[in-house]
């Protein structure tokens, strides 16, 4: 059988998605454990986004394959008492075996939050990303409209990134303020390693009103990551949502942004 989970994660103490050979600390790794106890042998997942160390996720989606036969119930209650009080199963359904967490996906959706204070945070510390200079949401929000659409977003990449394009379509792009946060929301057919992040460098440098708005272009039409701005902290990204065909029924958890914000 093809088993697809729903996770969620605060990555602030793990070395990104990816299991690593030098043996730290994380995501991947730790579900892989969790699952192989509940199914009594070895399983490999692949999930719909690998996220960089201090990324979280409320949303993400992965699958793996199974000889072993569980209710939905027993592989999320199983897998939850394994698992680190840091990630929990919220779902579980049997997919066809066509279906693929990563390329079956037809969109994606990361929640960047900026707590927007003069003070640090405590409560929400390593959960959002600290600006104490004020930012002005509605000017971050219109110069992230020159990214939407599909583009070269080579300026908008790591220079390690490894896809073999950087062209990407960036189908929405929001910035609001909510209080003291700003929150920005992007949804594309898939993204960049530290895309996201560095979209946030770019207009958090333009809501601080250290650049002007048409800087987003400009830095998007130069092709070179060199031209762009600093790249923002993991602290406040959230992988929030993938999109997949109505035909194999995965669940979408609704998460209100205020949820954080309490």
């Known amino acids: 059988m093809r088993i697809a989970l729903g996770l969620e994660y605060n990555g602030s103490q793990f070395h990104g998605w990816q299991t690593q050979k030098s043996g730290v600390r994380t995501v991947q790794l730790a579900v ?4 192989s106890s509940v199914a009594d042998h070895e399983v490999q997942i692949y999930a719909a986004g690998r996220t960089d160390t201090g990324v979280h996720a409320d949303a993400q989606v992965v699958h793996f394959d199974t000889h072993a036969r569980r209710p939905s119930h027993g592989w999320i209650m199983g897998a939850n008492i394994k698992l680190p009080a840091d990630i929990s199963v919220l779902w579980a359904k049997e997919v066809p075996r066509e279906f693929h967490a990563r390329f079956s996906a037809r969109g994606r959706t990361y929640r960047y939050f900026i707590l927007n204070r003069m003070s640090r945070p405590a409560i929400l510390s390593r959960r959002v990303t600290w600006i104490h200079r004020p930012l002005d949401a509605g000017l971050m929000h219109q110069a992230g409209q020159a990214l939407r659409g599909r ?16 062209v990407r379509n960036l189908h929405s792009l929001t910035v609001s303020r909510h209080g003291d946060f700003v929150i920005m929301e992007v949804h594309a057919d898939g993204f960049l390693h530290h895309m996201v992040r560095n979209i946030a460098g770019v207009l958090i440098a333009i809501g601080s009103g250290e650049r002007d708005p048409d800087w987003a272009g400009e830095v998007l039409m130069h092709r070179d990551r060199r031209l762009g701005g600093m790249t923002a902290a993991a602290d406040g990204l959230y992988f929030h949502r993938v999109d997949y065909d109505a035909q194999y029924e995965i669940p979408v958890i609704a998460r209100d942004a205020g949820l954080l914000m309490v």
């Open 32 to 35: 892989e454990q969790a699952l």
């Open 151 to 166: 583009h070269d977003f080579t300026s908008y990449r790591t220079v390690h990134c490894q896809a073999k394009s950087p």
